[in-house]
């Protein structure tokens, strides 16, 4: 099953969490935790327990450029691409994300400009497996050259205090048994070129 590839289900727009803008797109945040995942089946059926639902299969290629603030990548999936922006900080265990994405109609052309004006940091390829419930994604990840993770995206309203919703993702992860010592800093493109996390 291959998920429609919308504005709602990339970016897990279960709500409006319009807060501001940028260039004239929406400004959104979500709070975040990436871990290495060992066992898939596992993985699915605890986020079926909690009431997950499997919402499709993604294929997803992300080009990365040089930007001097934040992070700028290019996605492309076989039924749409988009350009985000985004920046990140830590909350307690978790990532903190600020984001905007912009819809793409000739993401060959753009990628290639892009590409020529800013230089291209990395590309990263994985198929994504997509759960949701209610404002919640998690995605169970095959990266390509880099191995199997799992990541958890709550998003935010525009009046949410982060710190307040961290009990949600640590009841996740305990579900999962992930330990709070097991949770990734890194980008999966930084994991790929060993840099440090931004």
Known sequence: MT????????????????????????????????????????????????????SGMLIQHDTFFIAPNGKLKLREQPDGAWLILYRRAHQSAFELSNYTIVDVANPAELR?????????????????????????RVHLDEVANL?????????????????AQTQILDEILCALDVAPSALLEKSYFEMLDGAAPD
């Open 147 to 163: 191995g199997h993770f799992g990541e958890i995206e709550l998003i935010l309203r525009p009046t949410d205090d982060p710190k």
């Open 112 to 136: 290639s400009i892009l590409s020529a004006a800013l230089g291209v940091r990395a590309e990263v390829s994985k198929t994504r497996m997509l759960f949701l419930r209610r404002n919640v």
């Open 3 to 54: 998920v429609q590839a919308n504005r709602a289900s990339l970016n897990g727009a279960l709500w409006d969490c319009q807060a501001g803008s940028v260039a004239g797109s929406p400004l959104m945040r979500n709070l975040e935790a990436k871990f290495p995942l060992t066992d898939f089946a596992t993985a699915r059926a605890q986020l079926e327990l909690l009431g997950f639902v499997a």
